[in-house]
T-cell receptor
């Protein structure tokens, strides 16, 4: 069985502060994908990143960075110099790599509020 | 990027009526689409996997007769909530597989 845990239900930070969202996962698969999605108040899910389990290199995209550590089954997401537009619910998700079984298992989400 | 359009964005219906929600991939073909349900301040729970030209695969505990899924073309899947009741009120969101799963805007269903 697959499971994704986002222990932080809500976080509030003041604008321009850095913030890290935690994600811990469980899977018996040796190969898998990890994802982060953003859900703004409008409701749609915005794809942020996909990480392959083979690749433990950290990734940076502008103010966003991701730290994947297979040894601790964690895939944390950091926003630097946060902005009000970053306010949203963020979901971490996991899925198998094999074709035909591509459903996503989501964590419970972290509601991030950036205070101006 | 890949665009998935869901319609309507919100709907209010009377208890006992049926509601159809459409999910369209606008600029790509999707042989597989997924339907999720999200309760307020909760995560997304997969309801079913919709496969073009074949029957949908429902997750355990999801009533297939209540939540009818049709994926008649490579760009359209529909979810019909039949004989809706207040407990069916929720946020329904679809996704279509392109390079990754791209999500529609979601449909907020309120049954009164």
């Amino acid at each position: 069985a697959q499971k994704v845990t986002q222990a932080q239900t809500e976080i509030s930070v003041v604008e321009k502060e850095d913030v890290t969202l935690d994600c811990v996962y469980e899977t018996r698969d040796t190969t898998y994908y990890l994802f982060w999605y953003k859900q703004p108040p409008s409701g749609e899910l915005v794809f942020l990143i996909r990480r392959n389990s083979f690749d433990e290199q950290n990734e940076i995209s502008g103010r966003y960075s991701w730290n994947f550590q297979k040894s601790t089954s964690s895939f944390n997401f950091t926003i630097t110099a946060s902005q009000v537009v970053d306010s949203a619910v963020y979901f971490c998700a996991l899925r198998r790599i094999n074709f035909g079984n591509e459903k996503l298992t989501f964590g419970t989400g972290t509601r991030l509020t950036i205070i101006p | 990027g890949a665009v998935v359009s869901q319609h309507p964005s919100w709907v209010i219906c009377k208890s006992g009526t049926s509601v159809k929600i459409e999910c369209r991939s606008l600029d790509f073909q999707a042989t597989t689409m997924f339907w999720y349900r999200q309760f307020p301040k909760q995560s997304l729970m997969l309801m079913a996997t919709s496969n073009e030209g074949s029957k949908a695969t429902y997750e355990q505990g999801v009533e297939k007769d209540k939540f009818l899924i049709n994926h008649a073309s490579l760009t359209l899947s529909t979810l019909t909530v039949t004989s809706a009741h207040p407990e069916d009120s929720s946020f329904y969101i679809c996704s279509a597989k392109f390079t990754e799963a791209f999500f529609g805007q979601g449909t907020r269903l309120t049954v009164v």
